[in-house]
T-cell receptor, first 112, second 115 residues
Framework: DAKTTQPTSMDCAEGRAANLPCNHS???????VYWYRQIHSQGPQYIIH???NNETNEMASLIITEDRKSSTLILPHATLRDTAVYYC?????????????FGGGTRLMVKP | EAQVTQNPRYLITVTGKKLTVTCSQN?????MSWYRQDPGLGLRQIYY???????DKGDVPEGYKVSRKEKRNFPLILESPSPNQTSLYFC??????????????FGPGTRLTVL
């Protein structure tokens, strides 16, 4: 699976959009971009994933650049409960065990 | 409510005393998996199961056993626990069985300490 690079930490004001960037410049054609988050020591939570097109669900939007070398997760109206570590993961269709491998992630702090 | 449950949530035990961590999901998911999470090492897969009676090793299977006799349950067995198995353990399940179709739901975690 391709490696990802994320900022170590970010702050966001409550009610504002949180934009979390992820660089995956070595991504290949059969690799998906997934986002998960983890609130301190709780079970990770799936947010969204995509291959080429932008995606939106009830939690967030995922914007993938045309060359697929980077992406941005957007939480449209961040709340205090969105404070967590956010993991951007690139996963190959050839991933036999559907393994999730988290890197360092971005620690998002939503402030009142 | 759709969920993955794990028991116990916290366990302190001694070296060599066999233990089982249970995992159960109520979403009729085919795929289930066990991970451990350690500071600085991130999330590592122990075992996974694509369906009933089908299990396979992940990245760090040594010292662990699993079974999948029913779709909803996927227990993790430590036959002879050692201190290096002290960790935070997560069970996960997914309806999809391939990357691109899977959205893994995680349990709340089991914090295991082996003395």
């Amino acid at each position: 699976d391709a490696k990802t690079t994320q900022p170590t930490s970010m702050d966001c004001a409550e009610g504002r959009a949180a934009n979390l960037p992820c660089n995956h410049s070595t991504i290949s054609g059969n690799e998906y971009v997934y986002w998960y988050r983890q609130i301190h020591s709780q079970g990770p939570q799936y947010i969204i994933h995509g291959l080429k097109n932008n995606e939106t669900n009830e939690m967030a939007s995922l914007i993938i650049t045309e060359d697929r070398k980077s992406s941005t997760l957007i939480l449209p109206h961040a709340t205090l409960r969105d404070t967590a570590v956010y993991y951007c993961i690139v996963r190959s269709r050839n991933n036999a065990g559907n393994m999730l491998t988290f890197g360092g992630g971005t620690r998002l702090m939503v402030k009142p | 409510e759709a969920q993955v449950t794990q028991n116990p949530r916290y366990l302190i035990t001694v070296t060599g005393k066999k233990l089982t961590v249970t995992c159960s999901q109520n979403m009729n998911h085919e795929y289930m998996s066990w991970y451990r999470q350690d500071p600085g090492l991130g999330l590592r897969q122990i075992y996974y199961s694509m369906n009933v009676e089908v299990t396979d090793k992940g990245d760090v299977p040594e010292g662990y056993k699993v079974s999948r006799k029913e779709k909803r349950n996927f227990p993790l067995i430590l036959e002879s626990p050692s201190p290096n198995q002290t960790s935070l353990y997560f069970c996960a399940s997914s309806s999809g069985t391939s990357v691109g179709t899977d959205t893994q739901y995680f349990g709340p975690g089991t914090r295991l300490t082996v003395l």
